[in-house]
């Protein structure tokens, strides 16, 4: 009879536990969790805190008592380990009634991540509040009844931006202090850009590219004192700046850790024999690039979970476990934001090659009422097409396009292939031709040469070089334009072809239009004119978001409109 130990439980913890009892109903499997609760909703606590799920009940998923109930586990909160012992084979663990040493079999290690808590003064605060446990939720949610009425967020990734957006829905004013660029820092600057004026739009102050120096005490609240000089009071601090490993005791045992997470091979074993490890404290394989990182997510760590209980009771058969895209979401008022594979910035520092397509085709159909665009950016191998990263914005059916396209990168798909694939059609849903299919067909054209493409970030080089052609409309060209273009309606551009030659004088021609379909058509036009022509990635959806703040300064706007 087996006795799986497992430290953690929560996501990989408890997956792991599970399976095992499924696998093997003669098993002793004992869970020992630090915390009061042993697995519990952890995404679920910016809702929480913003009253959208009400009753704190909900978010405990499993107890102790059901577990033991229907899994026959031993689960056993309040328990920490504070020492392993990998040849005796052993753990010891702290207990409200002293210290207990407990024999294993099989050990597996879930300890998850910490929040990074930066060295800054005032940072012990009482108004400083993590999000990471259920009483920390309970926390913020008693300030926000308490009658908070400012709230400041020091960091904009996921849980950042979701605990915003739960503390303006509740009526609070709301800061969001991010030191990178833009909130949410892996998603690419054209699309956070929508994000940061979708933050703005819900009421919520957000600072980016700056950080906390200091927190002061004040006697009715804090202040939050910022390195561009900017000061915020503060009812209620809600800390997400990051998270860490929880690996120091599992490291002072000898099991092998790099930066601070526990290497792992493909099956979840770690460096010491009979010692596996799962979820946000393990080190991840990136599919793209071969770097290896911790996941802080919860999909993998549950699969992972699964797998390892499989490796351990079932070796003969047990699956690897894959890499993880690291796909995620999250929703931003009236927006949802996704993304999986790599990014610009990732592929950039790996010297990895590649094209990148600007997308904004609308989740429906056009003429169902409601439609609205999914601004797309795909990243592929500029030789062979195939798939490495996608992110979405909208505000319908960016989950169902994020997901096909992580499936597609999963099974190593080619851009073109894309085309063919066979998505759900009905207007209220999509279109004949879905996002995703369009992606295909853009990826396609820049893979025979059909479509040349040039990018926002290069406008610069372009206005310097070459001769900008804007082909929309009158009325689309007056409310922005970049300076110096020659503006033909793409409808007119055939009859006007020589004006195009006489004006680019030998100079290349750079097309642009309002999301890239109408410069398309007129990249071809010009390019069978024996001119050298590229077609601006996105149009000016994508360079108006790239630019961001920039965008009054550079684009010149007719009189009549301003």
Same mark, same amino acid.
């Given at each position: 009879?087996?006795?799986?130990?497992?430290?953690?439980?929560?996501?990989?913890?408890?997956?792991? *536990?599970? @399976?095992?009892?499924?696998?093997?109903?003669?098993?002793?499997?004992?869970?020992?969790?630090?915390?009061?609760?042993?697995?519990?909703?952890?995404?679920?606590?910016?809702?929480?805190?913003?009253?959208?799920?009400?009753?704190?009940?909900?978010?405990?998923?499993?107890?102790?008592?059901?577990?033991? !109930? %229907?899994?026959?586990?031993?689960?056993?909160?309040?328990?920490?380990?504070?020492?392993?012992?990998?040849?005796?084979?052993?753990?010891?663990?702290? +207990?409200?009634?002293?210290?207990?040493?407990?024999?294993?079999?099989?050990?597996?290690?879930?300890?998850?991540? *910490?929040?990074?808590?930066?060295?800054?003064?005032?940072?012990?605060?009482?108004?400083?509040?993590?999000?990471? %446990?259920?009483?920390? $939720?309970?926390?913020?949610?008693?300030?926000?009844?308490?009658?908070?009425?400012?709230?400041?967020?020091?960091?904009?990734?996921?849980?950042?931006?979701?605990?915003?957006?739960?503390?303006?829905?509740?009526?609070?004013?709301?800061?969001?202090?991010?030191?990178?660029?833009?909130?949410?820092?892996?998603?690419?600057?054209?699309?956070?850009?929508?994000?940061?004026?979708?933050?703005?739009?819900?009421?919520?102050?957000?600072?980016?590219?700056?950080?906390?120096?200091?927190?002061?005490?004040?006697?009715?609240?804090?202040?939050?004192?910022? +390195?561009?000089?900017?000061?915020?009071?503060?009812?209620?601090?809600?800390?997400?700046?990051?998270?860490?490993?929880? +690996?120091?005791?599992?490291?002072? *045992?000898?099991?092998?850790?790099?930066?601070?997470?526990?290497?792992?091979?493909?099956?979840?074993? %770690?460096?010491?024999?009979?010692?596996?490890?799962?979820?946000?404290?393990?080190?991840?394989?990136?599919?793209?690039?071969?770097?290896?990182?911790?996941?802080?997510?919860?999909?993998?760590?549950? @699969?992972?979970?699964?797998?390892?209980?499989?490796?351990?009771?079932?070796?003969?058969?047990?699956?690897?476990?894959?890499?993880?895209?690291?796909?995620?979401?999250?929703?931003?008022?009236?927006?949802?934001?996704?993304? +999986?594979? $790599?990014?610009?910035?990732?592929?950039?520092?790996?010297?990895? *090659?590649?094209?990148?397509?600007?997308?904004? !085709?609308?989740?429906?159909?056009?003429?169902?009422?409601? !439609?609205?665009?999914?601004?797309?950016?795909?990243?592929?191998?500029?030789?062979?097409?195939?798939?490495?990263?996608?992110?979405?914005?909208?505000?319908?059916?960016?989950?169902?396009?994020?997901?096909?396209?992580?499936?597609?990168?999963?099974?190593?798909?080619?851009?073109?292939?894309?085309?063919?694939?066979?998505? $759900?059609?009905?207007?209220?849903?999509?279109?004949?031709?879905?996002?995703?299919?369009?992606?295909?067909?853009?990826?396609?054209?820049?893979?025979?040469?059909?479509?040349?493409?040039?990018?926002?970030?290069?406008?610069?080089? &372009?206005?310097?070089?070459?001769?900008?052609?804007? &082909?929309?409309?009158?009325?689309?060209?007056?409310?922005?334009?970049?300076?110096?273009?020659?503006?033909?309606?793409? %409808?007119?551009?055939?009859?006007?072809?020589?004006?195009?030659?006489?004006?680019?004088?030998?100079?290349?021609?750079?097309?642009?239009?309002?999301?890239?379909?109408?410069? !398309?058509?007129?990249?071809?036009?010009?390019?069978?004119?024996?001119?050298?022509?590229?077609?601006?990635?996105?149009?000016?959806?994508?360079?108006?978001?790239?630019?961001?703040?920039?965008?009054?300064?550079?684009?010149?706007?007719?009189?009549?409109?301003?």
């Amino acid at each position: 009879m087996p006795k799986i130990v497992i430290v953690g439980g929560v996501a990989g913890g408890m997956s792991a *536990a599970a @399976r095992a009892r499924r696998l093997d109903e003669s098993a002793e499997i004992i869970v020992l969790e630090r915390g009061p609760h042993v697995s519990f909703a952890n995404c679920g606590l910016p809702y929480f805190v913003g009253g959208e799920i009400e009753d704190p009940a909900k978010l405990l998923v499993q107890t102790p008592e059901s577990l033991r !109930a %229907t899994l026959a586990l031993d689960v056993r909160p309040g328990h920490d380990v504070i020492a392993v012992d990998t040849a005796a084979k052993n753990v010891t663990v702290q +207990t409200a009634y002293g210290l207990e040493v407990i024999d294993y079999d099989a050990l597996v290690l879930a300890p998850g991540a *910490a929040a990074v808590i930066p060295e800054i003064p005032g940072i012990t605060s009482p108004r400083v509040r993590t999000l990471r %446990t259920v009483d920390d $939720a309970l926390a913020l949610r008693d300030s926000v009844r308490g009658g908070a009425r400012r709230a400041v967020v020091l960091g904009a990734g996921f849980i950042g931006v979701e605990a915003a957006e739960a503390l303006a829905a509740s009526g609070l004013e709301v800061s969001i202090v991010q030191s990178s660029a833009h909130p949410l820092s892996p998603f690419e600057p054209e699309l956070a850009w929508l994000v940061s004026q979708e933050l703005r739009a819900i009421g919520i102050d957000v600072h980016a590219g700056t950080a906390a120096t200091g927190i002061e005490d004040g006697a009715g609240h804090d202040t939050v004192v910022l +390195t561009d000089g900017s000061r915020l009071p503060a009812d209620m601090i809600v800390l997400s700046v990051g998270v860490r490993p929880d +690996t120091a005791t599992f490291e002072r *045992a000898g099991i092998a850790c790099e930066r601070g997470a526990i290497v792992v091979d493909d099956h979840g074993r %770690t460096s010491m024999p009979g010692v596996w490890a799962v979820g946000d404290a393990t080190l991840s394989v990136d599919p793209m690039t071969g770097a290896r990182h911790p996941v802080a997510l919860a999909g993998p760590a549950n @699969r992972a979970g699964r797998l390892v209980a499989d490796d351990i009771l079932r070796p003969a058969t047990a699956r690897a476990i894959p890499p993880a895209l690291g796909t995620a979401i999250v929703r931003v008022g009236s927006l949802t934001a996704a993304l +999986t594979g $790599a990014n610009r910035a990732v592929l950039h520092a790996h010297g990895i *090659a590649h094209t990148t397509l600007h997308l904004h !085709a609308n989740q429906h159909a056009g003429y169902f009422p409601g !439609a609205s665009p999914i601004h797309v950016v795909l990243h592929i191998d500029p030789d062979t097409g195939r798939l490495l990263g996608a992110q979405a914005v909208g505000t319908e059916g960016v989950d169902k396009r994020i997901d096909v396209l992580a499936t597609a990168i999963r099974a190593g798909m080619a851009v073109d292939e894309l085309i063919d694939l066979d998505l $759900a059609y009905s207007p209220p849903y999509g279109q004949a031709k879905d996002a995703v299919n369009l992606t295909g067909m853009v990826g396609e054209n820049v893979l025979n040469g059909n479509l040349s493409l040039w990018y926002a970030e290069d406008l610069d080089e &372009v206005l310097a070089t070459s001769l900008v052609l804007d &082909v929309r409309r009158d009325d689309e060209w007056a409310t922005g334009h970049v300076p110096g273009a020659l503006h033909i309606p793409h %409808t007119e551009l055939r009859e006007r072809i020589d004006e195009v030659r006489e004006r680019a004088a030998g100079r290349p021609v750079r097309v642009m239009c309002a999301s890239g379909v109408r410069s !398309a058509i007129a990249h071809r036009v010009v390019t069978q004119a024996g001119m050298d022509s590229a077609s601006l990635s996105g149009g000016t959806l994508t360079l108006r978001a790239s630019l961001g703040e920039r965008a009054r300064d550079v684009l010149v706007v007719d009189a009549a409109v301003r």
